[in-house]
C-alpha cells in the first residue's frame, strides 16, 4: 500500500530575515555597467561595476523560479500580490559617499552588447540608500518595480509602469557618489547582487512545490518564520500531495497542517480526520531538532510506494497557508 510521512522540521534561529510571506528570489541573469566616458564600450564581462561619475550599473533577474510557485493567476496590477521585493549589493568600494539609487529599464538589452549609447530608456527612481562605507551590503526597497514586471505593466500613469515587460534595473548616484559593485563575474568577494521577493501579507493564492521524485525519500522546505524575543507564530498549512508513476498508480494525499512557532523551535499535528485521502497514503508530524542555522520551519518529507513498483514520474504538493498571527513568513526556495 502506498505510504507517505510528513515531517514538520524543527529548525534554530541563527539568522534573521525579514519578510511578509516570502515568495523566493530572483535569479540574477546580467549585470554589467555603462560608461559616459567610454560609450562605445561593453562591459559585460566585467568583474566589478562602476556607478557614478558618468556610470551606471544595468542588472536583470529571472523571476520564473518565484511564479512556478504560484498556481493561482497573478491578479492585476491594481491587486499587486508583492508585499516587498529587496535588492541588495555589495559595495566592494566607495570612493565618495552618496546616494545608490534604482529605476527600471523600459526596454530590452544584452549583457554581451549593451554600451551607454544603446542604453534603453529609463523609468523612475524606484528606491534609494546612502552609501559611506566600503566591503559592505546594501538594499534598496524596489517594490514598485516587481509588482510591475509580475503584472507586465505598460501604464505610463503607474508607480509600477515598466515597459510592460521585466527589462531589468538602472543603478545610478544622482549626487556625485562613486561606487564599485561586485558583479556575478567577481573572482575576489564575489558577492553577486541578489533579489529577496516577499508577497503581500493578504495573499491567499495557491502555492506549487515539486518534490524530488526519488523513490522513497522526498524532501522539500515550504516556509520558515521570523521570530524575536518571546514572540510566538501559529497557523495553517492546507495541503494536497500528488504522486504518480506515469500511469495508473496515482498516491494522493489532503489534510490541514497546523503549526506553533517560537524563536527556536515549531511543533505541530495533522488532522486527523483529513490526513488521509482515499485510503492511499499515510500520514505522521513528528518533531525533531535539525540543522540549528536556519529559521523555525516546516518541511515535506513524502515517502511513496506503489502496490507494483514503479518509479516515480511526477511527486508535487499544493499548498495554502494560513497565518493566524501576523508573523512574518517566509516561502522557502
Known amino acids: 500500500m502506498p505510504k507517505a510521512r510528513i515531517l514538520c522540521l524543527v529548525v534554530a534561529l541563527a539568522a534573521l530575515m525579514t519578510s511578509q510571506l516570502y515568495a523566493g528570489v530572483g535569479i540574477l541573469k546580467a549585470d554589467t555597467y555603462v560608461s559616459l566616458t567610454n560609450s562605445s564600450t561593453n562591459f559585460g564581462s566585467a568583474t566589478l561595476m562602476n556607478v557614478g561619475a558618468g556610470n551606471a550599473g544595468l542588472l536583470q533577474f529571472d523571476l520564473s523560479h518565484v511564479l512556478s510557485q504560484l498556481v493561482s493567476s497573478i491578479p492585476s496590477s491594481t491587486t499587486p500580490i508583492i508585499g516587498k521585493a529587496t535588492l541588495t549589493v555589495f559595495v566592494n568600494r566607495a570612493a565618495l559617499s552618496g546616494t545608490l539609487e534604482a529605476s527600471p529599464l523600459l526596454n530590452s538589452w544584452s549583457e554581451t552588447t549593451v554600451t551607454h549609447s544603446s542604453l534603453p530608456p529609463i523609468g523612475a527612481v524606484a528606491g534609494s540608500t546612502a552609501v559611506s562605507t566600503s566591503g559592505q551590503f546594501v538594499s534598496i526597497d524596489i517594490t514598485p518595480i516587481v509588482q510591475g514586471w509580475l503584472s507586465n505593466n505598460d501604464d505610463t500613469t503607474s508607480s ?83 504522486a504518480t508513476d506515469g500511469g495508473s498508480q496515482i498516491a494522493t494525499e489532503e489534510g490541514i497542517l497546523q503549526f506553533l512557532a517560537t524563536t527556536n523551535s515549531i511543533t505541530c499535528n495533522i488532522t486527523a480526520d483529513d490526513k488521509l485521502h482515499l485510503g492511499t497514503v499515510n500520514s505522521g508530524c513528528n518533531p525533531t531538532f535539525t540543522n540549528p542555522s536556519l529559521l523555525p520551519g516546516i518541511g515535506i518529507y513524502d515517502e511513496v510506494s506503489f502496490p507494483t513498483p514503479a518509479p516515480i514520474v511526477a511527486h508535487e504538493i499544493f499548498y495554502r497557508i494560513e497565518n493566524l498571527s501576523d508573523a512574518v513568513i517566509r516561502l522557502e526556495p
Not at 168 to 195: C, M, Q, R, W
Not at 217 to 223: A, D, E, K, N, R
Open 160 to 242: 509600477s509602469y515598466v515597459g510592460g515587460d521585466n527589462f531589468g534595473l538602472y543603478l545610478n548616484s544622482p549626487d556625485g557618489g562613486v561606487f564599485v559593485l561586485d558583479t556575478k563575474e567577481g573572482t575576489t568577494t564575489s558577492h553577486a547582487a541578489a533579489l529577496d521577493i516577499d508577497l503581500a501579507s493578504n495573499f491567499s493564492g495557491v502555492l506549487r512545490k515539486v518534490i524530488p521524485p526519488d523513490g522513497a525519500l522526498g524532501f522539500v522546505p515550504l516556509m520558515s518564520i521570523h521570530l524575536t524575543g518571546s514572540n510566538t507564530a501559529g497557523g495553517r498549512i492546507y495541503y494536497t500531495i500528488r
